[in-house]
């Protein structure tokens, strides 16, 4: 078992920025894939990013390129989501999901364990 806790989220204005963590505990953090999803009121949960098990390969979703980066740091089984240029279109909760394996995948239905989410709200 992975336990996954994210913090970080809050209200924050357009064009602002906040740093999502999520600590995992459990199994060898290293040994997993990474990844950012949100769902926002009414809506499917999509892929934000991922990053594969030693950081060197990450894949984002086209609305938050250039806006949007993902890191961990294994020493201390943390991914980080830093956010930057919000919109309000980036309301939504965010999730830190892990995935058992060495290929990043964009669908939240392969994804083994989920956090329970932080709230992010941007203002207009």
């Known amino acids: 078992q992975v336990q996954l806790v994210e913090s970080g989220g809050g209200l924050v204005q357009a064009g602002g920025s906040l740093r999502l963590s999520c600590a995992a505990s459990g199994r060898t953090f290293s040994d997993y894939v990474m990844g950012w999803f949100r769902q926002a009121p009414g809506k499917e949960r999509e892929f934000v990013l991922g990053i594969n098990s030693n950081g060197g390969r990450i894949y984002y979703a086209d609305s938050v390129k250039g806006r949007f980066t993902i890191s961990r740091d294994n020493a201390k089984n943390t991914v980080y989501l830093q956010m930057n240029s919000l919109k309000p279109e980036d309301t939504a909760v965010y999730y830190c999901?892990?995935?058992?394996?060495?290929?990043?995948?964009?669908?939240?239905?392969?994804?083994?364990?989920w956090g329970q989410g932080t709230q992010v709200t941007v203002s207009s």
């Open positions: 999901a892990g995935r058992h394996s060495s290929f990043i995948s964009y669908r939240a239905n392969e994804y083994d364990y």
